[in-house]
Nanobody, 126 residues
Framework: QVQLLESGGESVQTGGSLRLSCVAS??????????MAWFRQAPGKEREGVAA???????SYADAVKDRFTISRDNAKNTLYLQMNSLKPEDTADYYC??????????????????WGQGTQVTVSS
């Protein structure tokens, strides 16, 4: 059974930082071969891709978070991270970890990922 477990979501003031973690387990293949991503969904808005990292460690970012967020992975620990700096109120959302054994054609499309965590809530207050 595949499981993705997010943690690290908190309430933080504008300009603050958080690091989200996602621990993966139960994959059929080695974790390092999976494409991983972070998505977020704010109330009343569509789910959007935040950042992605491939099996070869190449990364992609949404324009809204580029230069503020950093996605990384520790394959030895089966863990995905999202370092979030200079947080803004518009970053408030539920953040989800996603994974797939295939490299996505479009990294920021939710249907590209077969496995999802339950989410962790990030609230940025002004």
């Amino acid at each position: 059974q595949v499981q993705l477990l997010e943690s690290g979501g908190e309430s933080v003031q504008t300009g603050g930082s958080l690091r989200l973690s996602c621990v993966a387990s139960g994959f059929t293949y080695a974790y390092k071969t999976y494409s991983m991503a972070w998505f977020r969904q704010a109330p009343g808005k569509e789910r959007e891709g935040v950042a992605a990292i491939s099996s070869d460690a190449s990364t992609s970012y949404a324009d809204a978070v580029k230069d503020r967020f950093t996605i990384s992975r520790d394959n030895a620990k089966n863990t995905l991270y999202l370092q979030m700096n200079s947080l803004k109120p518009e970053d408030t959302a539920d953040y989800y970890c996603a994974a797939d054994s295939f490299r996505p054609n479009e990294w920021d499309r939710s249907w590209e990922y077969a496995y999802w965590g339950q989410g962790t809530q990030v609230t940025v207050s002004s």
